[in-house]
């Protein structure tokens, strides 16, 4: 969320050419030619140790100060520290930029960061390079004891994965990564600012490796600096440097690009595009279209944990376990993605004041978190079913396991609309994974409620359009008013909607809005059969992940203990968005026969076990089901409902 990060290609940068060919390219990645690079900066082949790298920053003589933030980003991966090395040259200071920030959290993050927690050898310099004093005032704030004086900072920042912390972890995909074959930047985590000057204009250099690519979505200058109209915007664009592969593609008016790291070689980034072209063509339609960004670019990660994703106004990161792309691990891969996707309508085309002014200083709950990502989660896969590429059969297993996540693992008192306000509290993060179920649910029953007052005409995804269109990337809608204008521009019922099942909890009206159009659902439906099942089990999430928090008799004479996680069932990958889906399907084997399983203890490779399978009573808990009596009226409302397009 929030607007882009721009770091300068200090190697080659490949992209661009034919899907899987690289070449030279103007949007994602930029080729260094020889006239971009100072002689001064050739050493930088071996990399400068600090010591070397501070000493070469020095001017020998007063230069005149530059008219934006300037900075240098310096990385070795060779080096034990994991460090980025950080040189930022400043415009004339005054007492007003006294303090220099870095971030306490990031748009679209919900999660307290601290990157002070980072930060090493902070110094400040004047113009001929003599130190000057700066002290630590704060966990991410440094006071420069004579800044209209200084006219450089230097400081180093370790990578986020790497550093243990004692609370308050980063999430990986927020973080910043500094290896061998490849690093991943984020804008947070490397730049700070002077006080007052988030909104001011900035450059930005980056230095590594020459033979690595680097896959972004920004535009360097002749100079090879790329630029950002503010510090949010240098935020809001990530880097994914190394050996990585990578591909292109056109969607619409839109020129996307996928870069791809894959630790040992099992995934490239022409086959990952191509198993996302159909779901890049669903997302075009469902947007009527256009699309209303001009580029976009895709960064993943591979390797040994399976993290999550973050989105951007532009680009969106990955970082996900590595397994071999199979259909149904590319099919997890392609729903994470749909839903990431999503966000350049929500919230780069329809975002509040607190989105369009972050506060990196303290971070600052929106009531709209569930617009955010309710929304786009529902849209990611309600534009799935449109667009053919999954069944009536599947979006309502995804219904189901959504209702399933609400009442089984969630607080169902706690509104959404608190839920957003509170999202960086603990309090507020141990309801979160629910602004993404029930969030969605939500979503859906309000799309249903649309068409019902529209007499099929006018859906959710017809208002968003229409929102996105009104107000766009640089006009906010209103943190305070926002239920009262969409109400406005809708129909006086979506107001009683928004009070009784956003900003109140009251439980949706399920058998109800689904009834209308030809769908069941039941709470319990008990169905008379006997079917096979694991036993008493319970689960919890972690991230992506999915561990055993509860084992049956049966798991464990097969070896499964409390804390395993559970990575695939038969063969087939789970995370906590289809682990459920994939459970649900046992009930259609016969008792007693096996199922296979893969664990994983304590970070130990996956192991495969193999569990006989109880018989039980089948109750279908949290049922939906197309309704074989459903009336033509009925039918001709779901065909209004599936197809809205």
């Known amino acids: 969320m929030g607007p882009g990060t721009r770091f300068f290609a200090g190697g080659p940068a490949i992209a661009w050419g034919p899907c899987g060919v690289a070449q030279p390219c103007p949007f994602f990645a930029h080729p260094l030619v020889p006239s971009f690079i100072p002689t001064q900066l050739s050493a930088l082949k071996?990399?400068?140790?600090?010591?070397?790298?501070?000493?070469?920053?020095?001017?020998a003589s007063a230069a005149p100060a530059p008219t934006e933030l300037t900075y240098t980003v310096s990385m070795d991966p060779t080096a034990a520290a994991h460090q980025f090395q950080v040189r930022l040259e400043t415009p004339r200071l005054s007492k007003a930029?006294?303090?220099?920030?870095?971030?306490?959290?990031?748009?679209?993050?919900?999660?307290?960061?601290?990157?002070?927690?980072?930060?090493?050898?902070?110094?400040?310099?004047?113009?001929?390079?003599?130190?000057?004093?700066?002290?630590?005032?704060?966990?991410?704030?440094?006071?420069?004891?004579q800044p209209e004086k200084t006219r450089e900072i230097r400081y180093t920042v370790a990578e986020t994965w790497a550093t243990p912390v004692t609370e308050h972890p980063i999430y990986r995909m927020c973080g910043s990564s500094l290896e061998a074959d490849h690093a991943l930047v984020n804008g947070q985590t490397v730049l700070g600012y002077p006080q007052g000057w988030q909104a001011k204009p900035l450059r930005l250099k980056l230095n590594y490796p020459s033979a690595w690519t680097v896959g972004t979505v920004l535009v360097p200058d002749g100079d090879g600096y790329f630029h950002a109209k503010s510090y949010d915007q240098a935020v809001d664009s990530p880097i994914l440097l190394g050996n990585l592969t990578n591909a292109q593609t056109k969607v619409g008016n839109a020129d996307v690009a996928l870069y791809c790291y894959s630790a040992t070689g099992q995934i490239?980034?022409?086959?990952?595009?191509?198993?996302?072209?159909?779901?890049?063509?669903?997302?075009?339609?469902?947007?009527?279209?256009?699309?209303?960004?001009?580029?976009?670019?895709?960064l993943y990660v591979f390797s040994d944990k399976s993290a999550g994703a973050w989105e951007h106004s532009y680009s969106s990161e990955y970082v996900l376990r590595e397994a071999p792309l199979t259909p149904a691990f590319a099919q997890n891969v392609v729903d994470i993605a749909a839903h990431e996707f999503f966000h350049i309508v929500t919230p780069l085309n329809i975002h509040s004041e607190i989105i369009e002014h972050f506060n990196f200083v303290h971070p600052t709950g929106s009531e709209h978190l569930w617009l955010y990502e309710g929304v786009t989660e529902w849209a990611s896969h309600m534009m799935q079913l449109r667009g053919g590429l999954v069944s009536l059969d599947d979006y309502l297993a995804t219904l189901h396991n959504e209702e399933q996540y609400d009442r089984t693992r969630a607080d169902t008192t706690y509104a959404l609309s608190k839920l957003g306000l509170n999202s960086f509290s603990d309090e507020g993060q141990r309801q979160y994974g629910n602004?993404?179920?029930?969030?969605a649910l939500t979503a859906a029953a309000l799309d249903l409620r649309l068409l019902e007052l529209s007499h099929g005409t006018r859906g959710l995804r017809d208002v968003l359009l229409q929102l996105a269109k009104k107000y766009g990337p640089d006009r906010p809608i209103s943190e305070k008013n926002f239920f009262q204008d969409f109400t406005a521009l809708t129909y006086p019922e979506i107001g009683d909607f928004f009070r009784r099942y956003v900003q109140g909890a009251e439980p949706l009206p399920l058998q109800e809005y689904f009834g209308r159009v030809g769908i069941r659902y039941d709470a319990a439906l008990h169905t008379g059969h006997q079917v096979a099942a694991l036993g008493p089990v319970a689960y919890q999430v972690r991230g992506d992940e999915v561990y055993?928090?509860?084992?049956?008799?049966?798991?464990?004479?097969a070896g499964v203990a409390v804390g395993d996680q559970l990575t695939a069932v038969d063969g087939a990958f789970v995370d906590?968005?289809?682990?459920?889906?994939?459970?649900?399907?046992?009930?259609?084997?016969?008792?007693?026969a096996d199922l296979a399983l893969s664990t994983r203890r304590a970070g130990a490779p996956a192991q495969d076990v193999r569990v006989k399978l109880a018989s039980t009573e089948e109750i279908q808990r949290y049922h939906f089901a197309p309704d074989p009596a459903a009336t033509p009226a009925q039918l001709a409302a779901r065909a209004a409902w599936v197809k809205n397009l």
């Open 268 to 298: 490239a980034a022409t086959p990952l595009l191509a198993d996302m072209q159909k779901m890049l063509g669903a997302a075009q339609a469902f947007l009527g279209g256009d699309l209303p960004v001009r580029r976009y670019a895709f």
């Open 46 to 59: 071996s990399f400068l140790s600090l010591a070397a790298l501070l000493a070469a920053a020095a001017p």
């Open 97 to 145: 930029q006294a303090v220099y920030q870095f971030a306490a959290t990031a748009p679209g993050t919900y999660q307290v960061m601290d990157m002070g927690r980072y930060v090493r050898q902070f110094a400040a310099f004047d113009a001929k390079g003599k130190p000057l004093a700066s002290q630590q005032i704060g966990p991410n704030q440094w006071e420069l004891a």
């Open 435 to 439: 602004i993404y179920q029930r969030g």
């Open 576 to 592: 906590r968005r289809n682990y459920a889906a994939a459970l649900d399907k046992i009930a259609a084997r016969p008792a007693g």
């Open 548 to 557: 055993f928090k509860q084992v049956s008799p049966a798991l464990q004479a």
